[in-house]
């Protein structure tokens, strides 16, 4: 008797997981998946200082295939009068690694605004060698980005 209960258990258990396996493999075939910009941080409230907050699923917009989450509805409202204002050089990418080449994510919270664009970089490290020639390595990174933006970063 407790065989059959066991069995019984398995089955469900493996029956049950194959159906979630392929309602999650349908969720996964692309259509449903989000990138959310920033690391979930407001990019609005980077300008506003003295630091960013993180936005929240409330206020939400979607630009370029990127989900950008905000704190509040004023921010979703000047993102979406002027997104390009708000959103980080390189895609978010470190602004150092663009600068040498290479594409490193940003950390949302190891960043700088610089006539007013707003630079990430991997970490507070890598920020103080990007401090030493800020505007040499921004022009760099200028002049890398549209060769490597299209590239995965494996391919760097």
């Known amino acids: 008797m407790f065989k059959v209960n066991l069995l019984a258990v398995a089955f469900v258990l493996v029956f049950g ?8 493999a349908h969720a996964g075939d692309g259509t449903e998946v989000a ?26 917009v979607e630009y370029q295939g990127v989900t950008y989450l905000f704190a509040n509805e004023a921010d979703k409202n000047a993102f979406e009068k002027e997104p390009e204002k708000y959103l980080p050089a390189f895609g978010g990418y470190c ?13 949302p919270e190891v960043w700088e605004i610089v006539d007013g664009t707003l630079y990430l970089n991997l970490d507070k490290s890598i920020q103080q060698e990007w ?6 390595y921004i022009k760099k990174a200028d002049g890398n980005w ?9 391919e760097l």
Do not use: E, M
Request: charged letters at 25%; hydrophobic letters at 30%; glycine letters at 20%.
């Open 17 to 24: 997981l194959a159906a979630f396996g392929a309602s999650a």
């Open 35 to 60: 990138t959310v910009g920033v690391g979930g941080y407001d990019p609005v409230s980077y300008f506003a200082g003295p630091r960013p907050v993180r936005g929240n699923g409330r206020y939400t």
């Open 95 to 107: 602004a150092y690694g663009v600068a040498i080449g290479k594409k490193f994510w940003g950390d």
């Open 131 to 136: 401090d030493k020639d800020k505007p040499g």
């Open 146 to 154: 549209n060769s490597i933006k299209d590239k995965s970063p494996g």
